[in-house]
């Protein structure tokens, strides 16, 4: 059955610039390849609930009436991407605004906005707020993996985009029991990304209720003696 919104599916990509450069992939060897790789990075197959935004609105679009096995090629231009480029999106700020003195080319936060130093002027930055890769179009190489029926699979599958993290579901008729790592609630933004995750269950799925867990185990401290023992 062709992918329609509200489908979730598991794919994989490389994302380049017009030049060939490759500026996003899912892919490990490749992003080697290319100088991209990032340690904190999850490598690997990727799932996408179709229509909530994921990935980018023009491979979005392109995804629906796809086939599960789909290899395929598109082009996004700027305003399905990351938007077009606006030269007054830039702002003059005073130095004394950031924590530290920004160099050109530093990424920094003001406010609710992050921006790139462009210029460094007296007393006063430069900060072009516009996206990094605003105005250019973005080539997707990308394969259809799988698309998600199982309703338990359908609530791994959600957590992994919201949370990042691998949980176990179990389904009861329309409750659903889900155990997260005990590591879970440490997590930068692990409350906000949980609520993420639920409105996508509640609006996707039949459910009607949530259970999440934290499974511990008791693990028994080895005693000085016992120590003395082994050795």
């Given at each position: 059955m062709p992918i329609q919104k509200g489908d979730i599916i598991k794919l994989s990509y490389t994302a380049k610039l017009e030049d060939g450069t490759v500026i996003d992939t899912t892919d490990e060897k490749t992003a080697m390849e290319f100088g991209i790789y990032s340690e904190d990075y999850r490598y690997g197959d990727v799932y996408v609930i179709v229509g909530e935004g994921n990935v980018v609105k023009g491979f979005e679009e392109d995804l629906i009436g796809k086939e599960v096995g789909y290899k395929g090629v598109v082009k996004v231009s700027p305003e399905k991407a990351f938007g077009e480029y606006d030269p007054k999106n830039k702002e003059l700020i005073s130095l004394s605004k950031f924590k530290e003195k920004p160099k050109v080319g530093d990424r920094v936060k003001v406010g609710d906005?992050?921006?790139?130093?462009?210029?460094?002027?007296?007393?006063?930055?430069?900060?072009?707020?516009?996206?990094?890769?605003?105005?250019?179009?973005?080539?997707?190489?990308?394969?259809?993996?799988?698309?998600?029926?199982?309703?338990?699979?359908?609530?791994?599958?959600?957590?992994?985009?919201?949370?990042?993290?691998?949980?176990?579901?179990?389904?009861?008729?329309?409750?659903?029991?889900?155990?997260?790592?005990?590591?879970?609630?440490?997590?930068?933004?692990?409350p906000l990304n949980k609520v993420s995750a639920l409105m996508r269950i509640f609006k996707y799925l039949d459910v009607e209720e949530v259970e999440i867990v934290e499974r511990h185990k008791k693990v028994e401290i080895p005693t000085f003696e016992d120590i003395k023992a082994k050795d």
């Open positions: 906005r992050v921006g790139i130093v462009e210029r460094i002027v007296g007393r006063r930055a430069i900060v072009d707020f516009n996206h990094p890769l605003a105005g250019k179009s973005i080539v997707f190489e990308y394969e259809i993996k799988e698309k998600v029926d199982d309703v338990s699979k359908k609530v791994e599958a959600i957590f992994m985009i919201y949370t990042g993290m691998n949980v176990k579901a179990r389904v009861d008729g329309k409750k659903v029991t889900v155990e997260v790592p005990r590591t879970f609630h440490f997590v930068p933004y692990a």
